[in-house]
């Protein structure tokens, strides 16, 4: 059978057309992740030239909907499924689903470099996303109006932070919705009284503000090490998510993904190993 496809392949090149990849993996979902998975998908490709991964983002939302609907092999999100979506994909394909944990992050605070702000408390964040504080003065920073951004509600790092930094409360409607992480950042950048949320390893052009549990709690940045002792108070595990247990092609590279070199494509993205 491999001689086969060899000698298909070479006539196909002779010829001047290329044939399909043998095995076609799609990813799709969470913008956090999507830098992490492009790059995993090229090593991959790099080394498995008969493989094809086919990357694109959207939002943690959008990729659960389509493992739901069977238009992607994996599902990457920055949030656990939810109980109704994972009922969903049972009553479509009678399954509930594999769970992959595949890196840690720091959910970061960005402020502009030029801002004074250097911590802030997790009720503090509360209170500036829900619309209760609008002056920097109440956080150690200018008299001047915070000016808040966020993510779109299809967003696994949208749904994170409002479970786990407002308490289900709802975003104040002076929120900025950006339609992706790296948005986020680019306005937080330009805006010296700007604030906003996003995965570790977006931090470029903008500062992080130390996060700490309350008011009496030590304050710590989004590190390796503070992450891996619990000390940073909004890690989270990025996911993936497949139908089935992986097999095939799909099971080599999520194998490969949670080896010692696929965890070091996490290290040089920016977010840190899952064990």
Same mark, same amino acid.
């Given at each position: 059978?491999?001689?086969?496809?060899?000698?298909?392949?070479?006539?196909?090149?002779?010829?001047?057309?290329?044939?399909?990849?043998?095995?076609?993996?799609?990813? +799709?979902?969470?913008? #956090?992740?999507? /830098?992490?998975?492009? !790059?995993?998908?090229?090593?991959?490709? =790099? %080394?498995?030239?008969?493989?094809?991964?086919?990357?694109?983002?959207?939002?943690?939302?959008?990729?659960?909907?389509?493992?739901?609907?069977?238009?992607?092999?994996?599902?990457?999100?920055?949030?656990?499924?939810?109980?109704?979506?994972?009922?969903?994909?049972?009553?479509?394909?009678?399954?509930?689903?594999?769970?992959?944990?595949?890196?840690?992050?720091?959910?970061?605070?960005?402020?502009?470099?030029?801002?004074?702000?250097?911590?802030?408390?997790?009720?503090?964040? +509360?209170?500036?996303? #829900?619309?209760? /504080?609008?002056?920097? !003065?109440?956080?150690?920073?200018?008299? =001047? %109006?915070?000016?808040?951004?966020?993510?779109?509600?299809?967003?696994?790092?949208?749904?994170?932070?409002?479970?786990?930094?407002?308490?289900?409360?709802?975003?104040?409607?002076?929120?900025?919705?950006?339609?992706?992480?790296?948005?986020?950042?680019?306005?937080?950048?330009?805006?010296?009284?700007?604030?906003?949320?996003?995965?570790?390893?977006?931090?470029?052009?903008?500062?992080?503000?130390?996060?700490?549990?309350?008011?009496?709690?030590?304050?710590?940045?989004?590190?390796?090490?503070?992450?891996?002792?619990?000390?940073?108070?909004?890690?989270?595990?990025?996911?993936?998510?497949?139908?089935?247990?992986?097999?095939?092609?799909?099971?080599?590279?999520?194998?490969?993904?949670?080896?010692?070199?696929?965890?070091?494509?996490?290290?040089?993205?920016?977010?840190?190993?899952?064990?």
């Amino acid at each position: 059978m491999k001689m086969f496809i060899t000698v298909i392949l070479t006539a196909s090149l002779f010829l001047g057309f290329a044939m399909p990849s043998a095995d076609v993996i799609t990813v +799709k979902g969470s913008d #956090t992740m999507v /830098i992490l998975a492009q !790059r995993w998908a090229e090593i991959y490709m =790099a %080394k498995h030239p008969g493989v094809t991964i086919q990357v694109t983002g959207g939002g943690s939302g959008v990729g659960i909907s389509a493992l739901i609907n069977g238009t992607t092999d994996i599902c990457i999100a920055s949030r656990p499924m939810k109980q109704s979506e994972i009922n969903k994909l049972k009553a479509r394909f009678n399954v509930l689903g594999v769970e992959i944990k595949t890196a840690k992050d720091g959910l970061s605070i960005y402020v502009n470099e030029s801002s004074p702000v250097r911590e802030v408390s997790i009720d503090q964040l +509360k209170k500036i996303y #829900t619309g209760e /504080i609008t002056n920097w !003065r109440d956080v150690g920073g200018p008299d =001047a %109006k915070i000016i808040i951004y966020g993510r779109e509600n299809s967003s696994g790092t949208y749904v994170y932070f409002k479970d786990n930094v407002l308490d289900g409360a709802d975003f104040s409607p002076m929120t900025q919705t950006m339609p992706g992480t790296a948005a986020v950042v680019n306005a937080v950048a330009k805006d010296k009284l700007g604030i906003g949320y996003g995965g570790a390893a977006y931090g470029k052009g903008i500062r992080y503000a130390n996060v700490k549990k309350d008011a009496k709690s030590p304050a710590y940045e989004p590190t390796e090490e503070n992450i891996k002792n619990g000390n940073y108070p909004i890690a989270r595990y990025l996911y993936m998510y497949t139908r089935n247990r992986p097999t095939g092609a799909l099971k080599s590279f999520v194998d490969w993904i949670l080896s010692a070199e696929g965890q070091q494509v996490v290290t040089k993205v920016g977010y840190f190993p899952v064990r």
